[in-house]
Nanobody
Framework: QVQLVESGGGAVQPGGSLRLSCAAS????????MSWYRQAPGKERELAER????????YYADSVQGRFTISRDNAKNTVTLQMNSLKREDTAVYYC??????????WGKGTLVTVSS
């Protein structure tokens, strides 16, 4: 059974930092394109960052470019999202996603990030 478990969410002031982790079981993260999506209140889920399987190339949404960094720890089978210079508009539920070349998607249950003073 595949499980993606996010952790590290919480409340932080604008300008602060948080580090989200996604622990995978039942799959090997190196065989998947691993992504972080987010869904703000009243909005649709959007892609924040992705790290691909081949070469580990990354994709960043314009809204997080230069502030967020995705990385993968193959030994721990985890994916991490380092979020710096957080803004109020980063407030959202953050979801971990694993996508393979056959079109299969797995999702975590999400972790809430609240940026507020």
């Amino acid at each position: 059974q595949v499980q993606l478990v996010e952790s590290g969410g919480g409340a932080v002031q604008p300008g602060g930092s948080l580090r989200l982790s996604c622990a995978a079981s039942g799959i090997t993260v190196t065989n998947y394109a691993m992504s972080w999506y987010r869904q703000a209140p009243g909005k649709e889920r959007e892609l924040a960052e992705r790290i691909t399987t081949i070469g580990g190339s990354t994709y960043y949404a314009d809204s997080v470019q230069g502030r967020f960094t995705i990385s993968r720890d193959n030994a721990k089978n985890t994916v991490t999202l380092q979020m710096n210079s957080l803004k109020r508009e980063d407030t959202a539920v953050y979801y971990c996603n694993a996508h393979d070349r056959y079109g299969t998607d797995y999702w975590g249950k999400g972790t809430l990030v609240t940026v507020s003073s």
